[in-house]
């Protein structure tokens, strides 16, 4: 989707100001340790930054970077449109080299863990990681096309806010302190470049954008949206954390972006519907009277 940059619409921003003065209070009521959120707003220019370069354990969303590394491999023409991949479960450690394995216990999906020792098509794969959130589809995607590739996506399209350094499962880097980071302001500004079609060839930013459309996990970002709302998003949910980022495309308009990222005390009920919550200020806040008359 090629999108002009608009003048940015004083009613619309005054109304994301006002939305950010509420974020506060939302945090504060549901006892989050931290909020992070960020949108840019595609028909009106407008922006909210709350908290916006807080980093916070990226949990799922770093399979967004992931994906655009795998898309950078196809556009650079590594393999076939339609190659396969070995399926297994081995992988190295980002701290000392040791083996780990993905528990199928603590995977979302075992659609991939059933094909062990079979072949599966790379697209099929990112398709996996992503809506349902397959660990094993990820570490396999990741093996693939190397660390060194998805940090030269973030790197060429300078994207700051995402720090990308292993895998997911590898228990001895996270224990050794290494671990992937992220933003609001980093994941906002990578989904950007993807829905502007800036990502190597409009084609294949298209079929990204397909995959997130596909997302399984809707009780975030989408779910206090009316119905028709359509949302390209990735989450991420592990014991302290819980987040979402994506595009939402309101009927009528064009899109915004925006990322939602909650840190809490572990098993803390209140995480999607607080992400629900903040996803709702944001939509009527852009889409109401307030937005468009001032």
Known sequence: MQIETPVTTPAAQSA????????????????ARALGVAVHDFETGATLNYHADRWFHAASTIKVAILAGVY?????????PHARLHVRNRFFSAADGSLFRVSPERDAN???????????????????????????????????????????VLEHYKIEGIDFRRGVEDERAFAAGISNRVTARGL????????????FSPELSREMLDILHQQE????????????????HKTGDISTVAHDAGIVYPRERKPYIVAILTEWEPD???????????SREIYYGLTG???RDG
């Open 289 to 291: 009277p307030e937005a």
């Open 268 to 278: 803390t009920s209140k995480r999607s519907a607080t992400i629900a919550t903040v």
């Open 217 to 232: 996990f809707k009780a975030g970002i989408p779910g206090r949206l009316p119905r028709e709302v359509r949302v390209a």
């Open 72 to 80: 950078a491999a196809i556009h650079e023409g590594r393999w076939p």
């Open 188 to 199: 906002v500004a990578l989904l950007k470049i993807i829905e502007e079609e800036k990502v």
């Open 110 to 152: 075992s659609e991939v863990h059933a094909a062990i020792g079979k072949m599966m098509r790379i697209r099929e794969l990112a398709h996996h990681m992503i809506t349902t959130s397959s660990n094993l589809a990820t570490n396999l995607l990741l093996d693939l096309v190397g660390v060194e590739t998805v940090q030269g």
């Open 16 to 31: 994301l100001d006002r939305v950010a003065i509420r974020l506060e209070s939302l945090e504060r009521d549901a006892n």
